[in-house]
Nanobody
């Protein structure tokens, strides 16, 4: 059974940094696209960043220049480095991996205080 487990969330002051990790297990394959969504209370889940197997990245406009997505296929892990965090970045962050179907992690809370 394929599982994705996020870690690295927490409480940080505005201007601070966090690094999210998403480790996968149960898969004997590399994912095609991998990435991160986030969902704030009362809002829809939005794409934050995605990275293809070839390393092409796409970012939500509001995080471009502050967040960096990367992946290490040898470790079956995708990362999200988040710098210059703002209170509006507060949300539950979910990682995903695509291979025929989309697999999701359970989410990790990121809270940015002003």
């Amino acid at each position: 059974q394929v599982q994705l487990v996020e870690s690295g969330g927490g409480l940080v002051q505005a201007g601070g940094s966090l690094r999210l990790s998403c480790a996968t297990s149960g898969n004997n394959f590399s994912f095609d696209d991998m990435g991160w969504y986030r969902q704030a209370p009362g809002l829809q889940r939005d794409l934050v960043a995605t990275i293809t197997r070839g390393g092409t990245t796409i970012y939500k406009i509001s995080v471009k220049g502050r967040f960096t997505i990367s992946r290490d296929d040898s470790k079956n892990t995708v990362y999200l480095q988040m710098n210059s965090l703002k209170p509006e970045d507060t949300a539950v962050y979910y990682c995903y991996g695509d291979r025929v179907q989309r697999f999701w992690g359970q989410g990790t809370q990121v809270t940015v205080s002003s």
